[in-house]
């Protein structure tokens, strides 16, 4: 419950829309309107509305706030994103910090750079909420540079730790991928069904349907090789469509 003068508002947690309708009701010179902008904002960031985001955030005296700014703008302005996650990284707020200097490891360009640093945070940062994060962006880089056997160790602390859904979607695929390209097909395929069987997005669907058919086709398992081709036609525009047909 904010109050502004004699005005009560209760607010749900996370609900962008009241929290708009709210807003209006405070004036300006308000103790509580920086605070409620700043609300809002966090709550855009977090429903997706970016824009939104950037538009309550902006310019606001609050490390929070700049915190959540910075991550509204990571895919739109990089740049801006990058500048203030260097300043924060310094904030007196720890969580802040922390996630700051990963954010900026996540950003990093340079794979061998962001290798070195990804090193250096799991060793400082063990309690930190994106610890299992960096061990998956690490396997993922050393994956890059085709470091199977080391990728597949931080695949594996990853693996157990707390990541998003998402993360944990991709994690799965890349474990395949891993296996198969360390010649362990068995495990390849358990990883590559586990994805099938759990997987909500379709970034790699079609990906990992065409390598378990042509798994099936090599130990001449044709029916299950015919299915999992039929499957691709759910997939019109993927490049994987023609291969399976030929």
Known sequence: IVRDGREGILVRPG???????????????????AKYKMLL????????????????LVGLADEKAEYYYALA??????????????????????????????????????????????????????????????????GYKL???????????????????NLDAETFEKLHYLLAETYYQLDKQEL???????????????????QAIFKRALQA?????FLVAINKFIQLENFPNSDKLAVGYF
């Open 143 to 161: 994956f890059e540079k085709g470091n199977f056997q080391q990728a597949l160790i931080h695949f594996k602390k990853a693996e157990e730790s």
């Open 188 to 206: 390849a395929e358990k990883y590559l069904e586990s994805y099938l069987q759990k997987s909500a997005n379709q970034k790699f669907r079609d």
């Open 217 to 221: 086709y090599e130990q001449k398992d």
């Open 41 to 56: 904002g966090i709550c855009c960031y977090h429903t997706g509305k970016m824009q939104k985001a950037r538009d309550y």
């Open 15 to 33: 609900d962008a829309s009241e929290l708009e309708k709210a807003i209006r009701k405070i004036r300006q010179d308000s103790p509580y309107f």
């Open 73 to 138: 703008n990571k895919d739109f302005d990089p740049n801006k994103a990058s500048e203030i996650f260097k300043r924060l990284q310094n904030s007196m707020i720890e969580e802040i910090a922390i996630n700051s200097k990963f954010f900026l490891i996540q950003m990093e360009n340079d794979t061998d750079e962001a290798i070195k640093k990804l090193s250096e945070f799991i060793k400082e940062n063990k309690d930190s909420k994106f610890w299992g994060s960096a061990q998956y962006l690490l």
